[in-house]
C-alpha cells in the first residue's frame, strides 16, 4: 500500500512522509490511508489493557474506514461474538439423528 504524490504521481517516500519530487509534505495522506491499522494497533493495545468496549469502537471505526483491513475484521467479529451483549448461538434445531427403521 502506497501514497502517491496527488501533484506528481510519484509514491511518496516513506521516511520523510514527503513527494521526492516536489517536497510536498503528505504526512496528512499517509495518516488517512493508515488511520485503520493505526485504530486496529490501538484497538489490540486497548484488548491487552481489558479494555473491551474501546477496542470495539476503535476496531469499528477501522472497518469502516478500510473496510478490506481482515485482521480488523476478524477480531472485531469475534468480539461481537464473545461479546457481554452478544446472545451467541441461537435456537439450536433438533438434528439428533435418530434410528428410524428402515423396510
Ligand atoms: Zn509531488
Known amino acids: 500500500m502506497e501514497v ?3 501533484l506528481c504521481r510519484v509514491p511518496a517516500d516513506r521516511e520523510s ?3 521526492p ?8 495522506l499517509f495518516r488517512l490511508r493508515y488511520s ?3 485504530d ?9 489493557a481489558g479494555d473491551g468496549a474501546l477496542a470495539l469502537g476503535l476496531l469499528h471505526r477501522a ?3 478500510e473496510p478490506g483491513l481482515e485482521p480488523a475484521r476478524e ?9 457481554p451483549a ?3 448461538s441461537g435456537s439450536a434445531p433438533m438434528a439428533s439423528e435418530r434410528d428410524t427403521p428402515s423396510e
Open 40 to 48: 486496529y494497533n490501538r484497538a489490540l493495545e486497548a484488548l491487552a
Open 75 to 83: 477480531l472485531l467479529e469475534s468480539l461481537s461474538v464473545s461479546g
Open 17 to 19: 512522509l514527503g513527494c
Open 4 to 6: 502517491l504524490c496527488p
Open 36 to 38: 485503520a491499522r493505526i
Open 21 to 28: 519530487s516536489c517536497r510536498e509534505d503528505l504526512g496528512v
Open 86 to 88: 452478544g446472545s451467541a
Open 63 to 65: 472497518v469502516a474506514a
